[in-house]
């Protein structure tokens, strides 16, 4: 026969129990799902691979052509180097878009406000990719232009993998290799052609293998000068040597108008490409006579290098457009 429990056999009891629920308790807090971690994935670029949120919040640019690449895919940006935007891309110098520095320079105190979880660097902006990684997941999405088409498409798919966007950069890049292919075809049927970088009035000519040489290497313009592998940043010419080449096409590219640059290193006002080739040489030339000299879209040579896919679509349509009979 069960005994009822004295005041101090119950004491003990309650007591024994509520010890017993206590150190119970962790064991069921324990079993509680923890917050799930952020899905992730492994974006391979120019510097090798790096872990990325899916969908990141907070990005900060600092490269051109892949700001490029956003915009085509209608991807966020949160933060990015102020630049001399081509005219497509003007809707980036709003003042929503947060200033981060400059595609040279970084501004960290701005970076440490924006806490990001995206950085993208490419070109000009590569060689902090070591310090920006310490700050945040960042990519470098620099292209080599003797592989530009390759790399473009590494990058596109690159970013839209990010926000599950695969099927529109597969679309997208499948319009750019069209294009492209279709200009070839069309360069094939030129005369050759002198590409040439102008700064202010100093004059290098870019052939196939050159900094800007992808006119020929990939857009397929029969050059008028052949490689120098000597000179990766072009040839220095003078007025006096394009006039004795006397080349079909002269195609320009103007640096400071590019940059935006009003004055030169020396504080002297900069000479527009446009004034600096209005002269009797150039105007008795048989690219002058025959209306063939080719002012390219300086922003989107000098500054994106052709390597966004929107920047080469308008390249492709300017180059069709002087090349169709008129």
């Known amino acids: 026969m069960t005994q009822p429990l004295t005041p101090a056999c119950w004491r003990a009891s309650a007591a024994a129990a509520l010890a017993t629920s206590l150190f119970a308790a962790p064991a069921a807090f324990a079993q509680t799902p923890s917050p799930k971690a952020p899905a992730t994935i492994t974006v391979q670029h120019a510097k090798g691979s790096t872990v990325v949120p899916l969908a990141p919040q907070r990005v900060v640019v600092y490269d051109l052509a892949s700001l490029d690449t956003m915009q085509a895919l209608n991807l966020p940006v949160t933060a990015l180097a102020k630049a001399n935007f081509p005219r497509y891309m003007q809707a980036y110098a709003d003042a929503r878009y947060l200033p981060a520095g400059t595609l040279f320079e970084p501004d960290f105190d701005a970076l440490s406000q924006i806490r ?30 003797q592989q530009l088409l390759a790399d473009m498409q590494r990058n596109v798919m690159a970013l839209a993998s990010l926000w599950g966007k695969q099927a529109q950069g597969e679309q997208l890049m499948q319009r750019v290799r069209s294009e492209v292919e279709s200009t070839r075809a069309l360069a094939q049927q030129q005369a050759p052609g002198l590409l040439v970088l102008a700064i202010s009035t100093m004059i290098n000519a870019q052939p196939p293998g050159a900094r800007f040489g992808l006119l020929h290497d990939v857009l397929g313009v029969k050059p008028a000068i052949p490689a120098d592998a000597s000179k990766p940043r072009g040839v220095p010419m003078k007025m006096e040597d394009i006039s004795q080449l006397n080349p079909a ?16 290193r020396d504080g002297k006002p900069v000479v527009a490409s446009t004034e600096l080739f209005n002269n009797e040489a150039i105007r008795n030339s048989a690219a002058g006579q025959q209306g063939r000299v080719v002012f390219l879209d300086p922003q989107v040579w000098y500054l994106l290098g052709v390597a966004g896919p929107q920047a080469m679509l308008q390249t492709t349509a300017q180059l069709k457009a002087v090349w169709s009979p008129r």
């Open 249 to 264: 096409w002269l195609y320009v590219i103007d640096r400071n108008a590019g940059t935006g640059s009003t004055t030169g």
């Open 116 to 145: 990001p979880d995206l950085i993208v660097v490419a070109g000009r902006s590569a060689g902090k990719y070591d310090i920006l990684s310490k700050i945040a997941p960042t990519v470098d999405l620099s292209v080599n232009n």
